[in-house]
């Protein structure tokens, strides 16, 4: 049993300095995670990526519900899936009417055409992946794995206890899916 493994169980049977001890080992990889995550979002996001993470492991660890996690790989999927959830919220919070989603911000030297980038609408994925979710729990796994915290298919195989030729698969499956989903087919 890995230390991380250790102290989630701590954690599980109410060590209150079991928290204290899990940070410092998890932090630098939770970091990482979440600034590829963030590296995908508009440049004037006001979320930053040690406050996701922040964000992310207080509902992880400080929530008043009892978690089990079963291994370090459950406890990553655990954050991928708060990350995302973290994600959709502001996302929708901006787009809210009250906070002025209905307006669309210009800057004036940025009249000029604007590029294509890659950017996506957060809350037609969220959707798209609740149906993916919906029909197929496994694929909606892996793509949180994949695009909410930056695992590469190896680690999202190891942290879902499948072999990397299936995760593979579920991958390029999921990702079709999500494809027509958000494109309207």
Do not use: C
């Amino acid at each position: 049993m890995s230390g991380v493994t250790q102290i989630l169980a701590s954690i599980e049977r109410g060590d209150p300095h079991a928290a204290e001890q899990l940070l410092p080992l998890v932090y630098d990889e939770l970091r990482k995670l979440a600034a590829v995550r963030m590296a995908a979002e508009a440049p004037d996001h006001t979320l930053q990526a040690t406050a996701l993470v922040h964000e992310a492991y207080v509902r992880l660890v400080d929530g008043a519900e009892t978690r089990h996690w079963d291994s370090r790989g459950h406890f990553f999927a655990a954050a991928a899936e708060a990350m995302r959830r973290i994600l959709v919220e502001n996302a929708r919070r901006k787009a809210s009417r009250k906070a002025g989603g209905d307006l669309q911000r210009i800057d004036l030297p940025a009249l000029a055409p604007a590029m294509d980038d890659n950017r996506v609408d957060l809350i037609a994925l969220d959707e798209a992946l609740t149906g993916l979710e919906a029909e197929h729990p496994e694929k909606a796994q892996i793509i949180k794995l994949r695009f909410f915290t930056g695992l590469s298919v190896e680690e999202t195989a190891a942290a879902l206890g499948m072999s990397r030729a299936t995760t593979q698969r579920n991958w390029a499956y999921a990702r079709a899916w999500l494809f027509g989903r958000l494109k309207g087919d």
